[in-house]
């Protein structure tokens, strides 16, 4: 019985320490905020698409799979705006090659659809900002140690 629940409880901890990740771990924290850039309230992605996925992502839950949370993060500076969509999967996320069709129209992010993605394990970013975006660069560093 002592050996059963030794057992037990090292699969308890190593199932803590996979999903030990959670959206607000991901986010950007007000330190990692670059300097000219406040949080604000309004909705600032870039494409109607990435608002649409982002607005009703069960819409499309056939092709990406069941959404367990979301959140978003606007951002606004005098030189330029977007945000960074976080989503978190119940077992992971399916839809790779959906994704890319629906906010790019094709097969890479282009001047009017910029938006780039990371996904990985239950997790999927979406930054919705012009190219070059010191708020994307930032992100992508601390999600890709986080995620690894």
Not at 11 to 34: C, H, M, R, V, Y
């Amino acid at each position: 019985m002592i050996k059963f629940l030794i057992i037990l409880s090292i699969a308890f901890l190593l199932t803590i320490k996979s999903n030990g990740q959670s959206i607000d771990s991901l986010k950007l924290s007000d330190k990692e905020i670059p300097e000219g850039y406040a949080l604000t309230k309004d909705n600032n992605c870039i494409s109607i698409q990435a608002c649409t996925f982002y607005d009703s992502p069960e819409m499309y839950g056939a092709l990406i799979g069941k959404l367990k949370s979301k959140q978003i993060q606007n951002f606004d500076s005098k030189k330029a705006k977007g945000c960074i969509m976080y989503f978190e999967f119940e077992d992971g996320f399916k839809g790779d090659g959906f994704l890319g069709g629906l906010l790019w129209g094709g097969d890479k992010p282009t001047k009017e659809h910029p938006e780039e993605y990371y996904a990985k394990g239950n997790f999927l970013i979406i930054w919705s900002f012009k190219k070059g975006s010191v708020v994307t660069t930032i992100s992508k560093d601390k999600i890709k140690a986080a995620l690894k």
